[in-house]
């Protein structure tokens, strides 16, 4: 279950094999799975896509790493939003924020010197926008929540393939 206003959900399936012996039964995985737009490693990080046919605005996709933590390894999991659709939001984000600076930099200004100004109206119009962009993109995530299930059972089918999931010692949502 995502938790709400929590934008690109993670999660950790810690495992007691070493970090070494996962990434290689990953890596055997993928290259059996032979589907690269579908399911990517390259060393310790991994992703996991869904086909384009599936996709929607907000489709999600699912990264990986595996790291280690003293003798046992960890299999940190994060959903996100497709690149392009990600690299938009932060673009946007960005320009709202520098817009939001700029103008109340300007406000004051402005006003410093003694003139009425207008500048403010501007300033709160992109801080309401970055609200907004945050709020849809919320909205967003849990409209995808169901794809978000299917790359979670993916992984694990691959973690069962690999024969990790007799390793794993619990799952964390």
Not at 129 to 134: D, G, N, T
């Amino acid at each position: 279950m995502l938790r709400l206003f929590v934008l690109r959900p993670v999660f950790e399936i810690p495992m007691n094999c070493t970090r070494e012996i996962a990434i290689q039964r990953l890596a055997t995985v993928c290259s059996e799975f032979a589907q690269p737009k579908l399911f990517l490693m390259h060393g310790e990080y991994g992703e996991l896509h869904l086909p384009i046919e599936s996709h929607r605005l907000w489709s999600p996709h699912l990264s990986f790493y595996v790291s280690q933590e003293d003798s046992d390894s960890i299999l940190r999991c994060r959903f996100a939003p497709r690149l392009e659709i990600w690299t938009f939001i932060w673009v946007l984000y960005l320009a709202m924020a520098f817009t939001a600076f700029f103008s109340l930099v300007m406000e004051f200004s402005i006003r410093a010197i003694g003139d009425a100004a207008w500048w403010h109206w501007i300033g709160i119009a992109a801080i309401i926008s970055i609200v907004l962009i945050y709020l849809t993109a919320n909205v967003g995530q849990q409209l995808s929540s169901d794809q978000m299930d299917v790359l979670r059972h993916q992984l694990d089918d691959h973690l069962a393939k690999a024969e990790l999931l007799e390793c794993a010692v619990g799952v964390e949502v």
